[in-house]
């Protein structure tokens, strides 16, 4: 068979995969959107695969072959995604909430889409997918889909299309190559021992770490590697200054003590994380009932090479030197953008009353207000609550979800 | 029963989460009650629907163990309809829904839910375990069911239903926890009946 039959065939699996996708009852409209969207483009790479099969020019012909390839094996992934926002698990009464936060964060014309994972970790295509640029994909693991009180770790994966959005990949990257050599300058020793094949060279002039190209390699490996962690601090920065301390719960439920196995080189350590979070996070932890957040947290040290372990530490050491600079510059953005959905400790507290009187919350205060009256029913009640009658997540997750959607149905209200 | 003002002044302090008051959120415009000189406030419909589907479940046996009550939940398809958009009852279908409102009785006011009789004579059935008992907290489950010979189109977010509080004597006893809310359609189990174990052994 040829590979051009067989790529003919493969796309049109591909469409008719989303022609029957398009059957599905769609609670809200963007995922619809999002999947005529991939239909025409599919529908683009079959008519350019005929065009390059018309020229028979073999290399032409392979050539749509494989990018016809590339990306059903790119988008396939976000069919599946589609498919499970469709899926009742999810708790749709958040939708609107998170919708309208995105907005605020990214503009009146970004799109949102809330859908479940199989894989325990929520997830986001932080407006990262070339046919989807306005969309922001968010999946929570299923198996907590009813759990509202997660919901703030929304605004962490929120901070990731704010961290593209505001470019600051590209605003951060000298900054960081700067401090990594810095670090690579001032601990020349660890240097040598981490790489003793290269003890003939000696501490370096700036332009002579930039030329020398094995010194420019790791440098860039630290850099890279700073970045993401940075990028993680940024979000845990925007999850904080919106969610306040619902994150900090909402994040410990989560992750506490660890998943198991060594830290992801891409993150902060997690007690790392937790550090900064009650260090720079603008909320008094022992307040909120946490002696020490840092120490909630245990993770194995990631057990590598030298060359990895050299470079691993010289990009926690950057991070570091950073992670101020980062929450501070995430805390701006969010207070700036959506200052509406920060913590408003009155409307917390009303919110509160209601829920403790066995009822949802009216049109009082945002999302972050209602999640956060969440927790603390849940802190206040935890220690007396029956779970025989019902667990007391699943009641307050009820009461979280149904004030969400009366927020949403006093807004449409209004505007009549 | 109660008369409108009465009924406002009971809305009004279940507002502010007062024990002795009645809970309806979203609530209704306190003030078009009092003027409106009904006894009754008119709910809406929630956007989530529960279909008893086609299966190979050849029949419901609510007195049976839960085993059966699993195939139930099997039985039952969910749907989320956003404010506004439809869902089309057929002629003699029949499909849970809930009210939009989330209610909270107190120990001294039980209620009856009504449909309207605007979808009454269309052939529209809304509700027919119609009690509503002190303590109640949650959003009512309606049974929607088509009698009539046309189909119907539902909407969520449109008025629906209407229950009629009225006072208890003594007011004390609460058939309900307050725990036993939802805020979606509840397919539910029966409760335990040692007398019917015993009968049927």
């Given amino acids: ?45 079959a008519n350019r695969l005929k065009r390059a099969i018309a020229t028979n020019h073999i290399p032409t012909i392979v050539g749509a ?46 799109e949102f889409i809330l859908s479940s994972e199989w894989d325990y970790s929520p997830l986001t295509y932080p407006m990262n997918v070339s046919l989807l640029p306005k969309f922001v994909l968010l999946g929570l693991p299923s198996s907590e889909s009813p759990n509202a009180l997660i919901l703030p770790l929304a605004g962490h994966e929120l901070g990731h299309s704010v961290w593209q959005n505001e470019q600051l990949e590209n605003h951060y990257a000298t900054t960081i190559e700067k401090k990594a050599q810095k670090y690579m300058k001032s601990n020349w020793k660890s240097f040598q021992d981490a790489f003793p094949e290269h003890q003939e060279l000696s501490v370096l002039s700036d332009d002579e770490l930039i030329d020398n190209m094995f010194l420019a390699q790791i440098i860039s490996e630290i850099s890279s590697l700073s970045l993401c962690q940075i990028e993680e601090c940024f979000c845990d920065g925007i999850g904080l200054t919106i969610f306040g301390s619902s994150y900090f719960y909402a994040f410990h439920y989560f992750l506490a003590p660890n998943f198991g196995g060594y830290r992801s080189p891409d993150y902060p350590p997690l007690s790392v994380r937790a550090r900064y979070m009650a260090k720079y996070g603008e909320i008094d932890t022992k307040y909120i009932g ?34 101020r600079t980062i929450y501070r510059r995430a805390q701006t953005i969010a207070k700036k953008k959506a200052a ?57 997750s009820e009461l979280i979800l149904k004030s969400i959607e009366v927020l949403e149905y006093q807004n449409e209200a209004m505007q009549c | 029963m109660l008369n409108s003002s009465e009924l406002a002044k009971k809305i009004s302090l279940g507002k502010n989460a007062d024990e002795n008051g009645l809970s309806i959120i979203p609530a209704p415009q306190v003030t078009d009650i009092e ?6 406030v008119t709910l809406r419909l929630g956007r989530w629907l529960v279909a008893l589907r086609q299966s190979s479940q050849t029949f ?9 009550l699993r195939a139930e939940a099997r039985a039952a398809k969910f749907y989320f309809i956003q404010f506004g958009n439809k869902y089309v009852l057929h002629p003699n279908r029949f499909v ?39 303590g109640f907290s949650g959003c009512l489950t309606l049974e929607l069911t088509n009698v009539g010979e046309v189909p119907i189109i539902i909407r969520s977010g449109m008025k629906i239903c209407q229950i009629f509080p009225h006072n208890v004597s003594g007011g004390e006893y609460k058939s309900h926890g307050p725990l036993t809310g939802r805020r979606r359609p509840y397919l539910g189990a029966p409760s335990d009946d040692p007398l019917y174990r015993s009968l049927a052994a």
């Fill in chain 1, 1 to 45: 068979m040829s590979i051009e039959f067989n790529t003919r065939e493969k796309l049109r699996a591909v469409i008719g995969q989303i022609d029957r996708l398009l059957l599905s009852d769609f609670p809200h409209t963007a995922s619809e959107e999002a999947l005529k969207r991939l239909k025409k483009f599919f529908e683009g790479q």
């Fill in chain 1, 65 to 110: 072959c494989s990018t016809a390839n590339e990306r059903i094996y790119d988008y396939l992934p976000i069919l599946g995604f589609l498919l499970r926002s469709t899926n009742v698990r999810n708790s749709f009464e958040a939708y609107y909430s998170l919708l309208s936060l995105a907005r605020a964060l990214l503009g009146n014309d970004a």
């Fill in chain 1, 290 to 323: 946490f002696k020490n957040f840092e120490k909630e947290f245990h993770e194995e040290t990631f057990k590598s090479g030298s060359r990895e372990k050299y470079i691993l530490n010289a990009a926690d050491n950057v991070t570091n030197n950073v992670a």
């Fill in chain 1, 340 to 396: 509406d959905y920060t913590p408003n400790p009155d409307a917390q507290a009303h919110i509160l009353r209601m829920f403790e009187n066995g009822i949802p919350s009216e049109a009082e205060g945002s999302i972050s207000d209602i999640v956060n009256a969440g927790w603390n029913f849940v802190r206040q009640n935890r220690d007396t609550w029956k779970d025989a009658d019902r667990p007391i997540v699943e009641w307050v």
């Fill in chain 2, 35 to 40: 003027e409106s000189g009904e006894s009754s």
């Fill in chain 2, 60 to 68: 419901f046996d609510v007195a049976d163990d839960k085993v059966e």
């Fill in chain 2, 96 to 134: 849970l829904g809930s009210t939009l409102e989330w209610i909270k009785l107190p120990a001294t006011l039980g209620a009856y839910i009504t449909g309207k009789s605007t979808w009454a004579r269309r052939g529209l059935i809304i509700e027919t375990a119609a009690g509503i008992h002190p």
